[in-house]
């Protein structure tokens, strides 16, 4: 099951008058994909006026600089400048008002059990709640709207797996440096115990073939989805969405070796999205197609 939605909005104006009450969700501009719990959007650049009370957690991130005058969570209007990389913070519930000029850029939206899920067992009980305001500019920030253009622009290889792992890394940046509990989070383990590595391969392995994701799989080991991927990363070398395609890969592999198996069924049988992202996969990793891997196969088979 494909848990991405997508949208395409074009408005004739990014307009939200700030001489009325804020808007209570948000303005659809964009490109955009949801999941349940998440959505990514990115927003041409243009002439923008936004007066938004935020439904969501909102992150954004831009490629390029952004001048105007803004506020977050306040009346007054001060000169803004957003830097490539950089980060504004929008907790939900609260209210940022701006006229800019502004670069493309990328909007995070995180519901508040998503937020909360995060670092759950490193906060110990504690309520997490973001700062509005903004984060300098940062590598990683960049490096992080980079992704999600390719995500978007480029099929959506790796589906609601990748996107989430993408947030979550960035959302959990965000806690860290900007919400009531930066420095104060307690500190988690950095490599998987061999025992605990060993019960989220063997989840990983059993489940293939379903719709995984970063949450499931931190669940079976006791560690909250940001710290599970860091630890599994130090751990294998591989973070945990490279590691399931690569199963994904393998066990596709062993399956085109049935010549009776149809390409969308072996596609479906080892977890890919569809049929055009397992060939994505193979082109990528293995310079070659599921068909011609299927054929090749079916030629060697022949001869021994």
């Given at each position: ?15 939200i008058?700030?001489?009325?009450p ?11 994909l ?5 959505m ?13 009370r935020?439904?969501?957690n ?18 007054r ?5 957003a830097l490539?990389g ?9 209210t940022?008002?701006s006229v ?33 305001g ?26 609601a ?12 940046q ?8 930066s ?16 019960s989220?391969l ?26 599970f991927?860091?630890a599994?990363?130090v751990?294998?070398g591989?973070s945990?969405y ?26 479906a ?18 310079r070659?197609?599921?068909?011609r ?12």
């Amino acid at each position: 099951m494909n848990l991405l939605k997508e949208f395409l909005f074009n408005p004739s104006e990014c307009k939200i008058p700030l001489d009325q009450p804020p808007l209570e969700a948000l303005p659809q501009w964009g490109h955009w994909l949801e999941t349940p719990e998440l959505m990514v959007a990115i927003i041409p650049p243009g002439h923008l006026e936004v007066n938004i009370r935020s439904p969501l957690n909102l992150v954004v991130t831009s490629f390029g600089e952004t001048r105007g005058i803004a506020a977050f969570n306040a009346d007054r209007l001060q000169p803004y400048q957003a830097l490539p990389g950089g980060f504004d913070i929008v907790p939900q519930g609260s209210t940022y008002s701006s006229v800019e000029d502004a670069s493309c850029f990328v909007v995070f939206g995180y519901s508040q059990s998503f937020l909360e899920r995060i670092v759950k067992v490193e906060a110990e009980g504690q309520k997490i709640e973001l700062q509005p305001g903004q984060i300098p500019k940062t590598h990683w920030g960049l490096s992080a709207a980079i992704a999600m253009q390719e995500f978007f622009y480029n099929g959506q290889i790796g589906g609601a797996f990748y996107l989430e792992s993408v947030a979550t890394a960035v959302l959990a940046q965000i806690i860290h440096r900007r919400s009531n509990l930066s420095g104060r989070l307690k500190r988690p383990p950095e490599f998987l115990d061999p025992n605990l590595l060993k019960s989220a391969l063997e989840y990983i392995r059993a489940h293939l073939s379903e719709e995984l994701n970063l949450n499931q799989i931190a669940a079976t080991v006791g560690f909250s989805p940001y710290h599970f991927a860091r630890a599994f990363k130090v751990t294998t070398g591989l973070s945990p969405y490279q590691y399931v395609l690569r199963c994904r890969l393998e066990l596709a592999q062993k399956l085109l070796q049935n010549q009776k198996r149809s390409l969308a069924q072996v596609a479906a049988e080892a977890g890919f999205g569809n049929q055009s992202h397992m060939t994505s996969v193979f082109q990528r990793m293995l310079r070659t197609t599921p068909k011609r891997y299927q054929q090749e196969m079916s030629s060697i088979l022949d001869h021994t």
